[in-house]
């Protein structure tokens, strides 16, 4: 239990100084990766053993593509509406979607196919939009307390109701978007549609980690290995692609910007 308590507020702290320090984009990257859900299923490991956390990580490979759905959903309707009409759209995609999942086989290759599908074309679509290339983040004084306590309980909870709503619904609802609907939802009730944007496409970036790391999770918990060699290797694995990958969509952002930069200016002179 108190390494339950410990750990949620040290990897919120890990978010906050990278939010401050490489601004939004990186600090949406890192709660979309399995910040949350990671914790929850080496807890859910070592209480349950490895074969129900294995089948829980399918679950979460699923869970991994609605947090996707859940940050472009928010992004898509945000343009156009208010916060409160942005985050109930999102949810509720995002439930609905996790409801669709239960019916879909408890397979590692059905998931990852799925779920890499999903975050893949999101991705496209997302970094296709029209944004600015730089977003400065928000940083709203109650925001860090919110998030420790949420996240905190958020874990207390799952790890111990799991053994009572089975390795199907401990694996998705540990993937409930829980930091990335409170940082995009402050960034958006303070004007910050930049900001908004580049967390919820950061959160995309980082489901993508998080299907790599429950990937390896799944595969790797049903072979002799100890547990936390495979969730020290699932981690390693998962930052390693996220690094990579995300590396290649900011220079996407930086192109789009400089594109939509020179048609504003081709424009004006057009208009002159």
Same mark, same amino acid.
């Given at each position: 239990m108190l390494l339950k308590l410990i750990i949620a507020p040290l990897l919120i702290l890990l978010i906050t100084f990278a939010q401050k320090r490489f601004g939004s984009f990186v600090s949406? &990257? &890192?709660?979309g990766l399995p910040i949350t859900s990671g914790p929850i299923s080496y807890f859910i490991a070592l209480e349950q053993g490895k074969l129900f956390a294995a089948n829980s990580a399918v679950a979460s490979l699923y869970g991994m593509s609605g947090i996707?759905? /859940? @940050? #472009?959903s928010y992004l898509v309707v945000s343009r156009r509406f208010g916060m409160l009409k942005s985050l109930f759209t999102a949810l509720?995609?995002? @439930?609905? #979607?996790?409801v669709i999942t239960l019916f879909l086989p408890v397979n590692i290759i059905v998931a990852s196919?799925?779920?890499l599908c999903i975050l893949l074309g999101l991705t496209i679509i997302s970094t296709k939009l029209n944004i600015s290339a730089d977003a400065k983040p928000l940083n709203a004084r109650w925001e860090l307390p919110v998030k420790m306590i949420l996240v905190t309980s958020f874990i207390v909870l799952v790890t111990f109701i799991s053994q009572h709503i089975g390795s199907a619904w401990s694996g998705l609802i540990s993937t409930f978007p829980v930091i990335l609907a409170v940082m995009g939802s402050v960034a958006? #009730?303070?004007d910050k549609q930049a900001s908004t944007f580049k967390i919820l496409n950061g959160g995309i970036i980082g489901s993508l980690g998080g299907c790599v790391f429950f990937a390896v999770i799944a595969f790797m918990l049903k072979h002799n290995f100890m547990i936390w060699q495979v969730y020290a290797t699932a981690a390693i694995c998962s930052t390693l692609f996220t690094i990579i /990958?995300?590396? /290649? &969509?900011?220079?996407? #952002?930086t192109k789009q910007a400089m594109l939509n930069t020179k048609k504003a200016v081709?424009? &004006?002179?057009?208009?002159g």
């Open positions: 949406g &990257i &890192i709660p996707g759905l /859940f @940050c #472009f509720s995609i995002w @439930c609905v #979607f996790s196919v799925v779920s958006h #009730f303070s /990958f995300s590396q /290649f &969509i900011n220079r996407q #952002f081709l424009k &004006i002179d057009s208009l």
